[in-house]
């Protein structure tokens, strides 16, 4: 089982920037797939960013030119960096990963993000 915490959410004006990080409890990027999703009150969870065990990326397109997804192995951690922030991009951001063999997949708790003047 893999453990993953995610932190970095808060409350942030329109325009401002937040930085996103999700810790792996082992390192597991070279066979997992790992991404970003969110969900707002009364939505469904949807897919913001991922990034594949061979380093692909691919994001929503409500978010490109604005969101990047990267990791550091040695660190374990994978981040989402998120700038030009709007209230639409207010959500619970998750953490998921999943195992490129079995389909395994693992979710974080989950941070806060507020988007609010």
């Known amino acids: 089982q893999v453990l993953l915490v995610e932190s970095g959410g808060g409350l942030v004006q329109p325009g401002g920037s937040l930085r996103l990080s999700c810790t792996a409890s082992?390192?597991?990027?070279?066979?997992?797939?790992m991404g970003w999703y969110r969900q707002a009150p009364g939505k469904q969870r949807e897919l913001v960013a991922a990034i594949t065990s061979g380093d692909s990326t691919n994001y929503a397109d409500s978010v490109k030119g604005r969101f990047t997804i990267s990791r550091d192995n040695s660190k374990n951690t994978m981040y989402l960096q998120m700038n030009t922030l709007k209230p639409e991009d207010t959500a619970v951001y998750y953490c998921?990963?999943?195992?490129?063999?079995?389909?395994?997949?693992?979710w974080g708790q989950g941070t806060q993000v507020t988007v609010s003047s």
């Open positions: 998921n990963a999943r195992n490129v063999y079995s389909g395994y997949s693992s």
């Open positions: 082992r390192n597991i990027f070279s066979i997992y797939n």
